[in-house]
């Protein structure tokens, strides 16, 4: 039997949405606020607006796929819903960045992770940053209403055996670990959340806030690239848009024009800022597009007796905080220790290998676990993070340098990870570096850590967080927006995403978007319509 795809029920109900890619002429659209980005800061923004009774209007580059278009086949999924086709790198080629593209961003193919901010770096925030009304007490109402709102809660099921090794090694060294809450209803446990959900359990963007938002008589916009704002240097005067073709890649040639009251910027840590290096925006102080953070992610791989399948059921659901502030919050740098699926195409190039050698580590998959150290960066005066750059075709890029305090970082993590892995039972441990090979023992695969050379293109990096880039704080001289969001320097715009983050946060940071925007959106209601 079918499962119901209620977006495509709502759009037949008469759900006002425009498809840039079907423009036979340029188009202009009206709004009360644009919003910028249909993912976890835009989407929820445009619900708390529209509400109200704000007429709102939410602009998407990627395509509409809903629950009917997720087939769980990796070759359509990443071409149709990733940036980039799934193939976003730095500047340098080292780092590979997922981040979604579609209608409801990366909420539609995250793993369902969902943290509230660590303590620690929201009080860093106000201490060294300058973010006023942000502390751990001010956000926990916010946190609670999104939690609510998206059916956030820890993983009630077993953890599948690809989480369950992380578990166990921690278990056996007398590590903290802890279940992972995850935004979810109706789960099927399948474990091709990256994918995009077939049958609308995961409370992405797509199934909660976005069809909230038409339901209140907002617009959707999609397939249509934001190319730059004007404006006179106080406030924005109009948005401009290209539209794109039914994949998303080429513009038509067709102009799309938006006129609101007010902009809201929600595109996330690397467009955000793009579209602000394109429209000139003043930037006196040059913080546009700095301090942008990733958690920098290494891997390591390991062979185990039994079955792993680490590609069905939940793909994560245990983590551990060992590391992550050990040291104190400005010390080395620390990481959290979670567990990735590993499907077929992501596996071949994440585990490497050519020919014969590529083809024996896939034959091992049903066997094979991944575990990977998200790197807490930002909070140590040699952690300055990245900085988001324009192609000379307006295109953005993320210039993210790897210095020796990151290389700390990532040589422990792959210490750290392999003794677990081992700890857990496995036979044997790989850090993934292209010069790394499987070593059967905790002496081996140490001594082999310690030799290997940290150059970047060696290593296999990446991030599916990307944070900062439109600072807050309440200094200009330091930050981009104010504590609520609002552009320093042009009146009628505020941003609501993960680019606000003045350093990178410690944990996955969908429910953070989550909360912070809410928060915001109930203060930018109250300036718009005040009493609504």
């Known amino acids: 039997m079918p499962v119901p795809d209620p977006f495509r029920q709502g759009l037949e109900r ?14 202009t659209l009206e709004a009360d606020v644009a919003i910028i980005g249909s993912g976890a800061g835009g989407a929820t923004t445009a619900e708390i607006l529209s509400a109200a009774g704000l007429k709102v209007l939410l602009i998407e580059e990627g395509p509409l796929k809903t629950s009917s278009d997720f087939h769980l086949l990796e070759s359509e999924a990443y071409a149709d819903l990733y940036q980039e086709g799934l193939g976003r790198l730095s500047k340098d080629g080292a780092i590979t960045i997922l981040q979604g593209r579609a209608v409801g961003g990366t909420t539609l193919v995250n793993w369902a992770s969902s ?12 201490q060294v940053h300058g973010v006023k009304g942000l502390d751990q007490a001010s956000m926990a109402p916010w946190f609670e209403r999104m939690e609510q709102r998206l059916g956030i809660s820890p993983w009630a099921m077993p953890p599948n055996p690809n989480n369950d090794v992380l578990r166990r090694g921690c278990e056996a060294l007398g590590h903290r670990w802890a279940v992972i809450p995850r935004n979810v209803r109706g789960c099927w446990n399948l474990g091709y959340c990256g994918m995009g959900c077939p049958v609308n ?5 797509l199934v909660t806030s976005i069809p909230a938002t038409l339901e209140h008589g907002g617009e959707l916009l999609y397939l249509a690239r934001a190319m730059y704002l004007s404006h006179d240097g106080e ?8 539209a794109l073709d039914a994949k998303g890649v080429h513009p038509t040639g067709r102009q799309i024009r938006v006129q609101a009251r007010h902009y809201v910027l929600a595109g996330g840590g690397i467009n955000s800022p793009a579209l602000l290096l394109r429209s000139q925006a003043p930037d006196p102080h040059q913080r546009l597009g700095k301090r942008t953070f990733l958690h920098l992610v290494n891997f390591s ?8 399948d680490p590609y069905y059921g939940a793909p994560q659901s245990i983590y551990s905080d060992q590391f992550q502030w050990q040291g104190g919050v400005d010390g080395p740098v620390g990481y959290k220790l979670e567990v990735p699926p590993l499907h077929p195409a992501l596996a071949s190039t994440l585990l490497g290998g050519h020919g014969r050698n590529n083809a024996l580590r896939m034959a091992e998959l049903p066997h094979t676990h991944v575990m990977l150290a998200l790197l807490r960066d930002g909070f140590h005066p040699q952690s300055q993070g990245g900085q988001v750059q324009l192609r000379d075709d307006g295109s953005p890029v993320l210039d993210y340098p790897v210095n020796d305090y990151l290389r700390d970082g990532l040589r422990r993590a792959w210490h750290n990870m392999a003794q677990i892995q081992f700890a857990a039972g496995a036979r044997q441990v790989m850090p993934v570096h292209g010069d790394a090979g499987y070593a059967a023992s905790r002496e081996l695969v140490r001594a082999m850590i310690d030799g290997l050379a940290l150059d970047t293109m060696r290593m296999r990096l990446g991030s599916a967080h990307v944070m900062g880039g ?3 704080g309440e200094d200009p001289r330091q930050a981009v927006c104010d504590s609520l969001g609002r552009h320093h320097q042009l009146a009628n715009l505020s941003v609501h995403d993960g680019s606000l983050f003045p350093t990178s946060i410690g944990a996955n940071p969908q429910l953070s978007v989550y909360a912070l925007a809410a928060r915001l959106s109930d203060g930018l209601l109250g300036r718009l319509a005040p009493g609504a």
Do not use: V
């Open 14 to 27: 008469g759900w006002i949405t425009h498809d840039g890619s079907r423009l036979d002429q340029d188009l």
């Open 115 to 126: 943290f509230r901010t660590p303590a620690q770096t929201l009080q860093h925030w106000a």
């Open 201 to 205: 359990a995961k409370q992405s963007m």
């Open 235 to 242: 406030r924005i005067l109009q948005l401009h848009c290209q």
């Open 301 to 308: 791989a390991a062979q185990f007796e039994e079955k792993i």
């Open 470 to 472: 439109c600072a807050m």
